[in-house]
C-alpha cells in the first residue's frame, strides 16, 4: 500500500500534496492512503479523491514540534500497512521525512524527481549539488520514505471515491506547544509559486520594488530576491533565494537586475524557463537564462508591465 503525508495550510492541502498523490497514483493502482494532520474541510478531501487518493486518514491536531507527532503519524502508517510514502521536500516534510524514516525503519531518499525505476531495484533519481547533479539512489528496506521536489512531479488526475477514517492515537502529553506561528508575507508560497519574480541589487533601493510587485500581481506569480537584497533589509529573508537561501523550481523564473552569481544559480537554476534582465551583456545570468534582455530595468519592467496588462485585460 502506498502513503502520503498531506500538509495542511490554512485548512487546505498544498499543491505539493497533489503532486505526492500524483506521483502515488502512478506507482500503485491499488490505492492510495493520506496522513493528514490537522482539519480541512470536505471539498479538499474531495480535491484528493480527484489524484487517485480512496482513503484519508485523519489525525486531530498535533504540535508539529512535538516528539508526539512523529509517534502518532507512525503508528497511523503502520496501521494502514504503508509500505511507501510519499511526501514533499517543503520544510515540512524536510523536517518530517527523516523523523518517519527512523520511526518507520525505512530508507529515505530526498529530493527525489523521478518515478522509482524497479527494475533497477526500486532506485530513484534525486537532484544534488543544489541542482548541478543526480544521483541515483536505491532504497533497500521494505518500508521506503520518499520526499519528492516541489514542481517537479506533473499533476495527474485519477478520480475515485474517497473514505474517511479517524484515527485516534493519543500518547502522552505534549512536552512543546506552538503558541504562535508568523507567517511569511505574500499571497503565493515562494516553494510552490509557478512563476516567480525576482530582483536584485539592480534596483537600486527599496522604493522600487512597487514594479517587481505589480508584475507579480498581474501574472500570479511570487517575489524573490538575491541575498545582498535581504541581507540589506530591502526585502524579507523569505524571499532570498539561493545557496544559502531557498531552492525553488518554478516554470518561469524572471530575474531583474540580478548578476547571476554561482551562489544564486545554485537556487534558481532547476527553473524551466530563466528569463534574465540586466544592462551588462556580460552579466552571468545570460549564460544560464533561456531569453536574456539586454537593457535598463527602469525601461524594461514598465513596458513589460503594460505588456501584461494588455494581453490580461
Ligand atoms: C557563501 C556565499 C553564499 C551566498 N549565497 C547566496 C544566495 O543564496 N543567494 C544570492 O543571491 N547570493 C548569494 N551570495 C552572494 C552572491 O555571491 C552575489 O554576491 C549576489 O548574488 C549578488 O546579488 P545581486 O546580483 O543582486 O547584486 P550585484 O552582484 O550587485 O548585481 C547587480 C546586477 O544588476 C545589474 N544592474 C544594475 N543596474 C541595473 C539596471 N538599471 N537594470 C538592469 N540591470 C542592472 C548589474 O549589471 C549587475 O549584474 C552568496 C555568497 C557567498 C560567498
Not at 536505491?138 to 478520480?159: F, G, W, Y
Not at 508568523?182 to 516553494?191: D, M, N, S
Amino acid at each position: 500500500m502506498i502513503g502520503i503525508y498531506a500538509e495542511i495550510s490554512d485548512g487546505k492541502f498544498k499543491k505539493s500534496v497533489l503532486e505526492a498523490a500524483s506521483y502515488a497514483n502512478q506507482m500503485n493502482s491499488n490505492g492510495v492512503v493520506a496522513f493528514c494532520v490537522g482539519s480541512t474541510n470536505d471539498d479538499e478531501i474531495q480535491k484528493l479523491s480527484k489524484y487517485g487518493v480512496n482513503k484519508i486518514v485523519t489525525i486531530g491536531s498535533i504540535s508539529f514540534d512535538s516528539q508526539n507527532y512523529t509517534q502518532i503519524l507512525s503508528k497511523a502508517i503502520q496501521k494502514e500497512n504503508i509500505q511507501t510514502l510519499i511526501l514533499a521536500n517543503t520544510y515540512e516534510g524536510k523536517s518530517i521525512g527523516p523523523r518517519l524514516s527512523i520511526a518507520l525503519n525505512a530508507s529515505l531518499a530526498t529530493n527525489v524527481i523521478s518515478l522509482p525505476d524497479m527494475n533497477q531495484g526500486f532506485s530513484v533519481k534525486r537532484s544534488v549539488f543544489s541542482g548541478k547533479g543526480f544521483a541515483y539512489v536505491k532504497l533497500i528496506k521494505d518500508t521506503k520514505v520518499i520526499a519528492i521536489t516541489p514542481n517537479s512531479i506533473d499533476l495527474i488526475e485519477r478520480p475515485t471515491s474517497i473514505s474517511i477514517e479517524n484515527f485516534d492515537g493519543a500518547v502522552s502529553e505534549n512536552k512543546t506547544n506552538i503558541t504562535s506561528t508568523h507567517k511569511a508575507e505574500g499571497k503565493i508560497p515562494l516553494t510552490e509559486a509557478e512563476i516567480v519574480v525576482s530582483a536584485g541589487r539592480g534596483l537600486k533601493g527599496p522604493e522600487n520594488w512597487g514594479m517587481v510587485e505589480e508584475l507579480a500581481n498581474l501574472l500570479g506569480a511570487a517575489t524573490a530576491c538575491s541575498k545582498p537584497v535581504s541581507d540589506m533589509g530591502w526585502r524579507p529573508h523569505s524571499e532570498h533565494v539561493g545557496q544559502t537561501g531557498i531552492t525553488i523550481k518554478p516554470n518561469l523564473y524572471i530575474a531583474i537586475g540580478i548578476s547571476g552569481a554561482i551562489q544564486h544559480l545554485a537556487g534558481v537554476s532547476s527553473s524551466k524557463v530563466i528569463v534574465a534582465i540586466n544592462k551588462d551583456p556580460e552579466a552571468p545570468f545570460f549564460k544560464a537564462a533561456d531569453i536574456g534582455i539586454v537593457g535598463d530595468a527602469f525601461e524594461i519592467l514598465p513596458q513589460i508591465i503594460a505588456a501584461a496588462k494588455l494581453n490580461l485585460n
